[in-house]
């Protein structure tokens, strides 16, 4: 079943209604929700996978810009000291959900099966913005449902985040999230 970013905003604001960093009961799972301007900005970015539900972010990075937006989804494998941006559109939050990137559990998917094993050309990117499948939106919606109940969030919630690494790695320039951990 297709969902559509816009679709998974009423689902968003019942798990985290509040402004700020939501810390999930899900091991690497953060959600977020901004709602005031950030002009270009000086940050500090940890290794991880983030999935906007509304709204569009801007990562700048060395004369190159990076954007995720519901339909788009960006890789940080390393940390990395860059610039960003929040582009509001009808003053509606930001909202989305941010996956740290574990080495541990990126190398147990690789191990589970070789066959995700790719070679990029050229030197791999510690950033890379990616469209965002079907697959990935489906499953993305799942990892919210989780969220409404402890319970699920406990026992399926991992699984998702796992898939979701998954299908991060099987992309065209997963290659350079594995090239980081391995």
């Known amino acids: 079943m297709r969902h ?21 009961p ?34 700048y990075l060395g004369g190159k810009s990076y954007i995720y937006d519901p339909f788009n989804y960006v890789v940080l494998s390393v940390p990395l000291p860059l610039e960003c941006t929040i582009v509001y559109e009808d003053n509606k939050p930001a909202l989305g959900l941010s996956i740290a990137v574990d080495p541990a559990l990126i190398g147990e998917i ?17 950033i890379y913005a990616s469209p965002l499948s079907e697959q990935m939106a489906d499953a ?35 290659w350079a999230l594995q090239a980081a951990v391995l």
């Open 110 to 126: 690789l191990l589970g099966d070789a066959r995700i094993r790719a070679e990029g050309k050229g030197m791999p990117s510690g």
């Open 140 to 174: 993305t919606f799942r990892l919210l449902q989780t969220l409404a109940t402890r319970n699920e969030a406990t026992i399926l919630g991992p699984m998702i985040v796992r898939e979701i690494l998954f299908r991060v790695l099987c992309d065209e320039h997963g």
């Open 4 to 24: 559509s970013m816009a679709n998974l905003v009423p689902l968003f604001d019942a798990v985290a209604p509040n402004e700020g960093v939501l810390k999930t």
């Open 26 to 59: 899900i091991k690497h799972l953060n959600l977020f929700r901004i709602s005031t301007p950030l002009p270009r900005t000086p940050m500090a970015y940890e290794p991880q996978i983030i999935i906007m539900i509304q709204g569009q972010k801007i990562i």
